[in-house]
C-alpha cells in the first residue's frame, strides 16, 4: 500500500502538469469549438453546434492547407527518416574517421546550446546588456 501511495506522490507533479498544460486547455479548446465566442464580449456566448466545423471544412484555404501539410509529411518524414537510418548504419561500421563525422553530427546540437547559454550570460551578467538597460531608468 506505501509503494502504491509513493509512486502517485512522485508520479504528481508530471501528472499535475499535464492536466493543467495539455488535457484542460484541451477539453476547454474543443468545448468552446461549439460556441461562438468573442472573448472580448463573454457576455455574448452563443451554442452553434457544429457549424464551425461545417464552415472549417468548406474553407478552400483550409482544405489547401490540408493537402499542403500532407504533401509535406509525405515528402520529408520517410526521406529524412531513410537518410538519418542510412548514416546511422554508416558510422556503426569500421570507416576512417568515424569519429569526426560523429562529431559533425552532433556539433549543431552543442553550438546550439552553446550560444543560447553566452546570450543569457551576457544579458545577466553583472555588467550585462539586462543591468544597463535597468540602470538607466
Known sequence: MKKN????????????????????????????????FNPLRPD???????????????DPLFIKSIKNTVIFVIGTIPFTTLIALFLALLLSQKIPCKNFFKAGFFLPTIISLV????????????????????DSF
Do not use: D
Open 5 to 36: 501511495i509513493s509512486k502517485f506522490v512522485f508520479l504528481s507533479p508530471w501528472l499535475i502538469t499535464l492536466f493543467l498544460f495539455w488535457i484542460y486547455p484541451l477539453v476547454y479548446s474543443f468545448c468552446l469549438s461549439f460556441l461562438e
Open 44 to 58: 455574448k456566448v452563443k451554442f452553434i453546434g457544429i457549424n464551425n466545423y461545417i464552415r472549417l471544412l468548406s
Open 115 to 134: 550560444v543560447i547559454s553566452l546570450v543569457f550570460k551576457s544579458l545577466y551578467a553583472p555588467h550585462g546588456y539586462l543591468n544597463f538597460i535597468l
